[in-house]
């Protein structure tokens, strides 16, 4: 079955940097996009970035552009999140998803606060 | 940006009442191309309706989504103790993607 794993949040300093991962199973990861998707504590939902099958075509927010960097490893089955310039309005559980229009599948997300 | 306003923002019913919640795009949606997922505290988001009416796999029956040009309705025929959460729309039509806010669905 579908698997999305995601790992790497933690408790950050504003201005810091952190990596997040998504580890994909259980269908072609190859040929779906996928997406990143925030959801502040207590809020509602928000698309962060995209990025294409091959990775040639991404997309970002208005409020993270600039600041973060959305890649693949199609080899790895693995999804990135490379955040800079981390603020606190970041604060939020970061969900990865296979993105077919709908996304059909979600990881259980991770954690990413930025306090000092 | 096609912006979605969900209605009502909370909603009380009680089990085996019908639920119907609501989801206007600010401007058309290209083929319909509109969802709805549940998430429940502490989970993620599960996709329950796609292209506006279609269910998502394993969805039950009583779950159902209906378009009327720039208005959606996801509708809940008989309310089980285990569907009362948050319900969120989106549509895919155009880039970016967009969600609405979301109607939170408790117990009376």
């Known amino acids: 079955q579908v698997q999305l794993v995601d790992s790497g949040g933690t408790l950050v300093k504003p201005g810091g940097s952190l990596r997040l991962s998504c580890a994909a199973s259980?269908?072609?990861?190859?040929?779906?996009?996928m997406s990143w998707i925030r959801q502040a504590p207590g809020k509602g939902l928000e698309c962060v970035s995209y990025?294409?099958?091959?990775?040639?075509?991404?997309y970002y927010a208005d409020s993270v552009k600039g600041r973060f960097t959305i890649s693949r490893d199609n080899t790895k089955n693995s999804l990135y999140l490379q955040m800079q310039s981390l603020r606190a309005e970041d604060t939020a559980v970061y969900y990865c998803?296979?993105?077919?229009?709908?996304?059909?599948?979600w990881g259980q997300g991770t954690l990413v606060t930025v306090s000092s | 940006e096609i912006v979605l306003t969900q209605s009502p923002g909370t909603l009380s019913l009680s089990p085996g009442e019908r639920a119907a919640l609501s989801c206007r795009a600010s401007?058309?949606?290209?083929?319909?191309?509109l969802a709805w997922y549940q998430q429940k505290p502490g989970q993620a988001p599960r996709l329950l309706i796609y292209?506006?009416?279609s269910r998502a796999t394993g969805i039950p029956d009583r779950f159902s989504g209906s378009a009327s040009g720039t208005d959606f309705t996801l509708t809940i025929s008989r309310l089980e103790p285990e569907d009362f959460a948050v319900f969120y729309c989106?549509?895919?039509?155009?880039?970016?993607?967009?969600f609405g806010q979301g109607t939170k669905l408790e117990i009376k």
């Open positions: 989106q549509q895919y039509g155009s880039s970016p993607h967009t």
């Open positions: 998803a296979r993105d077919t229009g709908p996304f059909w599948n």
């Open positions: 990025i294409s099958n091959s990775g040639d075509i991404t």
């Open positions: 259980g269908f072609t990861f190859s040929d779906n996009y």
């Open positions: 401007q058309s949606i290209s083929n319909n191309f």
């Open positions: 292209a506006a009416s």
